[in-house]
C-alpha cells in the first residue's frame, strides 16, 4: 500500500456495472474487482458515475487584467468542482495572450494553483485586431507547449490570414479555434436577429453571420490542408455546414455551450442581462439540432466558454451590459439534463464528449483516457439529486450564470488530478 | 317586511322605499327647492354621477313641470377630488357635464342618491370651486342615513333612514337598475364603511 | 392595470379603453379655468429623461402637475448620470427621495424593465431605445377616435423606418387590441426580419395602401441609415416613400395625417402636408398631456391597497 493511494469502490466506469478503481502513483493501476486493504484511502463511489476528467477547450480565467472577475486559482477551483482536470484558458486577457511570454505566465499560474491543469491558448493575431499574425511559433515552442490558438471574442474575419494562420500551424501540429461572427453583419448586435429582437428594440445577430464565416473557413481549411476548430457553435445551420464538411473528410472540429445546449433566446424578454452571451442564444429549433449534432459526433465536444463578469457588469440596461456567463461548475449537469435525460447521450458518450475528443483536439496527453496506467483524471458524480443552482455557493468570482435558481440534475462528488483528490464529498479539497 | 331582489345574491334585502314613494319624495323635494329659492330663477341642479344624475333630470322635469319653463341640470364628476385614492383602485371616471350657462353666481343644487360619511359632498364642494363660485350651494339627496363624518348636511332629503354601519343602503333607479326601489341589507363582507364611504 | 406601463402589449382592450375613455373626461376638465385637480396631492413624479426631448418631457410634466404632483427633473445632460452613475445608482437615488412614479426616457431598450426592478414606484416608459413608447400609441389612438369617430375596424397604414422605431411597434400593438387594421408600409431593409410575426401586414408600396387609408402616420426617417445603406439616397426615399400634396389626395375623403415627431419637413413629410386640415400634428401635443394625465391617474390611485 503506498501512500497516497486510493481505492474508489463500486463506482460505475462510464455509466456501466459497478467496478473498483485503485490509483496509485497518480495513476489508474487497476480497475475492476480490487482487495479492501490496497490503498491508503477508500472512497465509496456506490451510485456514482465515474467518468475521466473533464477537459474544457473554451474558458476565460481573465487573469492577467480582470482580476476583479476571475484569476486561475478562483477559475480553477471553480473548474474543479465542476469536474474538470483540465482547461485551455482564452487569449483575451490584458495584457493579450500573443506572445510567449504572456502564455508561460498563466501556465505557470496554473501550476502553482494546482487543482487543474491550465492550457492557455494563444491568440491567432497580434492583441487580437486581426491584422498581423502573433509569433504562433514561439508560443507553440513555449513551457506552455501551445497548440490551440484563437482570437475568441473576435473573429478572424479577413479571409487571407486565416488561410495564412491555418497554414503556418501545419509546422507544429497547432490547430486555430474560430469565433465565427463577421463583424459587419453584426456590428451593434444585442441578441439573436428574430421574432425576439424585432419584439423587444434590440438590434439583431443573424445566424449567417455565424455560418458563413464557418462554410468560409471549412474550405479554407480543406484547401491548405489543415486542422479548423469552430468555438461555439450556436445555430442549427452551423451544425449542418460541419456535418456537410466532415463528410468530405476535411478536418474539422466543434463544440457547443452548455447553454446553447439548453437555453433559448425567449429569455431576453426580460431584458436581464445575465441571458446576453455571444453568440447569443438562439431558437427552440438551434437547441434541438445542436444536441443532435452532439449525440450524433457532428459536434466533437462541450465546451464552456465560461466567461466571468462582476456585477456592475451585469447589472445595467441590456445594451451596455458585458456579454457572457459562467459555465464551469454546471457543466456536466446541464449536459444531464440536455442529453441524459431525454436518452440522446449515454455516460459513455458524455464522457466522450466532455473529455476523450476535447483533449484529442487540444492535443493534450493524460487526459480523457479511463484506463489502467493513464495518469488518474477523474470525476465522480452522483446522478441523483435535483437542486435549484445557487451561484452565491460557487467558487468563482462571478456570479453571472444564466441557470441561477433553475433545477439541475446531479453533482460533483469528487475530482481527481493525477490521482490527488481537487474535490471531496463535493467541496474543494484543499 | 317586504323583500326584493338582490342583485348580488347576498342576505335577503328589505326594500324600504316603493317607486310610489321614491316619485312622491322628488315631488316634495322639488317643491321644497321651488320654497326656498323664490321659484328656482337661478338653479342649476348637478347630479353627482352615478344615480345623482337620473335624479337630478327627474327634479329637473318636476321643476319645469310646476314652473313652466326649464332648469338646466347636468352632471358633476367627483373622482378626481376623492379624499381615498390610495385606498382604492383606480376608478373609471363618469361624465361631467355642466350645464352651457355655467355656476358662477347662481345656486347650485348638488342632487344624490345617498348621503352617508358626507365626502362624497366634500369633494363636490372642491370640484365646484375649480368650476366657478357658485352663489349659494344647496344639497338635495333621496335616502340620509347617518354615520357624518364631515359637518355637512342635506337641505333637502326625501327619506331620513337611520341605518347601523353594518348595512347596506342601495338605491335603484330604472335609468339605471331597470326598477325604482331603495333597499336595505346586510353587508356580509368586512368593512360596511370601506365599501361606501359616501 | 399593472403597476408599470412599460409595453403597450401589457394593456389588455379594456385597459386601453379605460385610459382613453378617462383622458376624453380630462381633456373636458381642461377647459375649465382651473386646469388642476388635486387628485395627485402629495405625490413625486420624477422625470428621469437620459435623452433630450423637452416636448415629452415637458408634456408629462403639465400632466403631473395638472394633477397637483410634486415634479422632478432629473435629466441626463450636466449631471451625475452624464459623469457615469449607473442606472442602478440613480434608481437607488430615486428611491431615496420616495419617488411614487419615474417617468423614463433611454436609449437602451429594456431600461424601463430594468428600472422597475430596483424601484417601488410606478414606472412609465417614455421611450426606451427602438422598443416602445406606450403613451405616444395612447394618445396617437386618442387622435384617431376623436377625429373619426372610433377605432374598431379602422385602417391604419405606418410608414418608415419601422425597424428602428418604438412608436411602430407600440402602435401596432395597441391599435391590433383595440380592433384596428395596421399596414406597415416601409422598404424591406428598414422592416425586423420577423414582422410576419407581428399582427398587421406589410407592403413595400406607398401609393397602393393610400387609397385604403383611413390613418396614415407617418414616421421620421434618419439620415444616419443612409450611411448604413439601409436606403441609397434621401432622395430616393422621399420618391417612394415621402408623403407629399399628390399623395395626400389619394388618400379617402376622411383620411387623416400623422406624425409622431418631430419632423424631417421634405423628408418623409411635405411641408404642405404637415400644414394641412387633414394633419393631426398639432392636436396629437395637446391630447398628449391628457392621456398622459389618465396614466398617471390609473398608476397611482389604489397603489396603496394591498394586492
Known amino acids: 500500500m503506498t501512500t497516497g493511494s486510493w481505492l474508489i469502490t463500486g463506482a460505475r466506469p462510464l455509466g456501466g456495472d459497478p467496478a473498483d478503481v485503485l490509483i496509485s502513483d497518480g495513476r489508474v493501476a487497476e480497475i475492476g474487482r480490487v482487495a479492501a486493504g490496497a490503498a491508503a484511502e477508500r472512497l465509496d463511489g456506490d451510485g456514482l458515475i465515474l467518468l475521466p476528467g473533464l477537459v474544457d477547450l473554451h474558458t476565460h480565467l481573465r487573469e492577467p487584467g480582470r482580476e476583479d472577475a476571475e484569476t486561475v486559482s478562483t477559475g480553477t477551483a471553480a473548474a474543479a468542482l465542476g469536474g474538470f482536470t483540465a482547461v485551455h484558458a482564452m487569449a483575451n486577457t490584458d495584457p493579450v495572450a500573443d506572445t510567449a511570454g504572456v502564455v508561460e505566465q498563466i501556465w505557470r499560474l496554473g501550476r502553482q494553483a494546482g487543482r487543474c491543469d491550465v492550457q492557455p491558448v494563444g491568440a491567432v493575431t497580434v492583441g487580437l485586431a486581426g491584422s498581423q499574425l502573433a509569433e504562433l511559433g514561439a508560443m507553440a515552442d513555449s513551457a506552455a507547449q501551445v497548440r490551440v490558438f484563437s482570437d475568441d471574442g473576435r473573429c478572424v474575419h479577413d479571409a487571407v490570414l486565416m488561410r495564412r494562420a491555418l497554414e503556418y500551424v501545419r509546422a507544429f501540429g497547432g490547430v486555430i479555434a474560430q469565433h465565427a461572427q463577421e463583424p459587419r453583419l453584426t456590428a451593434g448586435a444585442q441578441v439573436n436577429e428574430g421574432v425576439i429582437s424585432g419584439r423587444l428594440g434590440l438590434a439583431g445577430w443573424p445566424a449567417v453571420a455565424e455560418e458563413a464565416v464557418i462554410a468560409r473557413d471549412c474550405l479554407l481549411a480543406a484547401h491548405v490542408g489543415s486542422a479548423l476548430h469552430v468555438c461555439h457553435v450556436s445555430t442549427a445551420g452551423s451544425v449542418e455546414i460541419i456535418r456537410w464538411a466532415k463528410s468530405k473528410g476535411w478536418q474539422v472540429t466543434a463544440e457547443v455551450t452548455p447553454h446553447h445546449l439548453l437555453l433559448t433566446e425567449e429569455l431576453a424578454s426580460g431584458y436581464d442581462p445575465v441571458f446576453k452571451v455571444n453568440p447569443p442564444l438562439r431558437t427552440a429549433e438551434d437547441v434541438a439540432a445542436l444536441r443532435a449534432g452532439l449525440a450524433d459526433g457532428t459536434i466533437d465536444c462541450v465546451a464552456t466558454d465560461h466567461a466571468p463578469h462582476p456585477l456592475e457588469d451585469k447589472e445595467t440596461e441590456w445594451e451596455v451590459a458585458a456579454f457572457g456567463m459562467t459555465g464551469l461548475e454546471t457543466a456536466l449537469r446541464a449536459v444531464h439534463e440536455a442529453l441524459v435525460e431525454p436518452g440522446l447521450l449515454d455516460w459513455a458518450g458524455v464522457a466522450d464528449r466532455m473529455s476523450s475528443r476535447p483533449a484529442a483536439i487540444g492535443r493534450l496527453s493524460g487526459h480523457g483516457r479511463l484506463l489502467p496506467g493513464e495518469p488518474a483524471n477523474l470525476v465522480l458524480y452522483d446522478p441523483s439529486p435535483a437542486d435549484a443552482v445557487d451561484p452565491a455557493a460557487h467558487a468563482s468570482k462571478s456570479r453571472n450564470t444564466p441557470f441561477a435558481g433553475m433545477v439541475l440534475p446531479g453533482r460533483v462528488m469528487a475530482t481527481f488530478l493525477r490521482g490527488k483528490p481537487t474535490v471531496l464529498d463535493g467541496k474543494l479539497a484543499w | 317586511m317586504r323583500h326584493a331582489t338582490d342583485r348580488q345574491g347576498q342576505a335577503p334585502a328589505k326594500t324600504v322605499l316603493e317607486p310610489a314613494e321614491i316619485s312622491r319624495a322628488l315631488t316634495r323635494i322639488a317643491h321644497e327647492i321651488l320654497e326656498r329659492t323664490n321659484g328656482a330663477d337661478d338653479v342649476v341642479l348637478l347630479g353627482i354621477p352615478t344615480r345623482g344624475v337620473p335624479l337630478a333630470r327627474r327634479l329637473a322635469e318636476r321643476l319645469e313641470h310646476v314652473e313652466g319653463r326649464p332648469v338646466p341640470a347636468g352632471s358633476l364628476d367627483i373622482t378626481m377630488y376623492r379624499d381615498d385614492l390610495r385606498l382604492r383602485p383606480a376608478r373609471a371616471l363618469g361624465h361631467t357635464e355642466v350645464p352651457p350657462v355655467g355656476i358662477d353666481g347662481r345656486v347650485v343644487v348638488l342632487v344624490d342618491d345617498v348621503l352617508y360619511s358626507g365626502r362624497t359632498v366634500r369633494a363636490a364642494l372642491d370640484a365646484l370651486g375649480d368650476i366657478g363660485r357658485p352663489r349659494a350651494v344647496q344639497l338635495a339627496v333621496l335616502v340620509d342615513r347617518g354615520h357624518r363624518e364631515l359637518p355637512i348636511r342635506a337641505d333637502y332629503v326625501g327619506k331620513n333612514l337611520p341605518t347601523s354601519q353594518r348595512e347596506l343602503v342601495r338605491v335603484l333607479l330604472t335609468e339605471v337598475d331597470g326598477q325604482d326601489a331603495v333597499v336595505l341589507g346586510v353587508n356580509l363582507t368586512a368593512t360596511a364603511r370601506g365599501e361606501e364611504a359616501r | ?307
Open chain 3, 1 to 307: 392595470m399593472n403597476r408599470h406601463l412599460i409595453s403597450a402589449g401589457d394593456l389588455s382592450h379594456d385597459d386601453a379603453l379605460l385610459i382613453l375613455d378617462t383622458a376624453d373626461e380630462l381633456a373636458r376638465m381642461s377647459e375649465r379655468p382651473v386646469k388642476k385637480l388635486p387628485t395627485l396631492r402629495g405625490r413625486t413624479v420624477v422625470n428621469l429623461f437620459y435623452e433630450d426631448s423637452t416636448r415629452t418631457r415637458i408634456s408629462f410634466e403639465a400632466a403631473a402637475k395638472r394633477l397637483s404632483a410634486d415634479v422632478i427633473n432629473f435629466s441626463a445632460k450636466g449631471s451625475s448620470v452624464a459623469k457615469g452613475e449607473s442606472l442602478k445608482d440613480t434608481a437607488l437615488t430615486l428611491e431615496a427621495m420616495g419617488a411614487d412614479a419615474v417617468v423614463i426616457r433611454h436609449s437602451a431598450s429594456g431600461a424601463p424593465h430594468r428600472l422597475a426592478g430596483w424601484v417601488r414606484g410606478s414606472v412609465v416608459n417614455a421611450g426606451d431605445g427602438a422598443h416602445e413608447h406606450p403613451t405616444q400609441a395612447l394618445l396617437d389612438a386618442f387622435t384617431m377616435r376623436r377625429r373619426l369617430g372610433r377605432l374598431d375596424g379602422i385602417r391604419v397604414t405606418i410608414v418608415g423606418d419601422v425597424l428602428h422605431s418604438r412608436v411602430a411597434r407600440s402602435n401596432v400593438l395597441l391599435l391590433s387590441t383595440l380592433g384596428a387594421e395596421v399596414t406597415l408600409v416601409a422598404p424591406p431593409t428598414l422592416l425586423p426580419v420577423a414582422v410576419g410575426s407581428w399582427p398587421c401586414s406589410v407592403g413595400y408600396d406607398l401609393d397602393a395602401a393610400l387609397p385604403k387609408a383611413d390613418v396614415v402616420m407617418m414616421l421620421r426617417v434618419q439620415q444616419e441609415r443612409m450611411n448604413a445603406a439601409y436606403f441609397p439616397s434621401v432622395r430616393e426615399y422621399s420618391r417612394r416613400y415621402g408623403l407629399d400634396a399628390g399623395r395626400m389626395a389619394l388618400l379617402p375623403e376622411h383620411g387623416i395625417v400623422m406624425h409622431p415627431g418631430p419632423m424631417n419637413r421634405g423628408v418623409e413629410i411635405a411641408a404642405e402636408v404637415a400644414d394641412s386640415t387633414r394633419s393631426t400634428i398639432v392636436e396629437q401635443v395637446a391630447n398628449g398631456v391628457s392621456v398622459r394625465m389618465a396614466v398617471l391617474y390609473l398608476l397611482l390611485s389604489g397603489s396603496e391597497v394591498t394586492q
